[in-house]
């Protein structure tokens, strides 16, 4: 993907139809396939290395399909929503992007 970073949007687009129409098909619970491709999606978001270093940096297209696909994936499961979700989010704005200051600080 990242050889075509720049002009990813389309194909992260047609990724998450895809899985989105897939898992429709099969409510409720995401088929092991399925969850295999969650755990390597969130893998690649921790281990995406920083591209946008400013505000007048290009936006991270891969990282932002990386994060839609990984939306997409939970948003069919609510139990893994539900237990990976939250941590989730935490991991994205601590490790990937930034760390949140505490409000005693």
């Known amino acids: 993907i990242s050889p075509y970073r720049t002009n990813c949007t389309e194909f992260f687009k047609l990724v998450n139809l895809l899985v989105h129409t897939c898992c429709s098909l099969k409510e409720g619970r995401l088929e092991p396939d399925f969850v295999s491709l969650l755990n390597k999606v969130?893998?690649?978001?921790?281990?995406?290395?920083?591209?946008?270093?400013?505000?007048?940096?290009?936006?991270?297209?891969?990282?932002?399909?990386?994060?839609?696909?990984?939306?997409?994936?939970?948003?069919h499961d609510i139990d893994m929503k539900m237990q990976f979700g939250s941590q989730l989010i935490v991991t994205v704005f601590h490790i990937c992007l930034f760390d949140i200051p505490k409000p005693d600080k």
């Open 42 to 75: 969130v893998k690649m978001i921790i281990d995406r290395p920083i591209v946008e270093h400013s505000a007048q940096s290009p936006e991270d297209k891969v990282f932002v399909g990386l994060l839609d696909l990984a939306r997409t994936l939970l948003s």
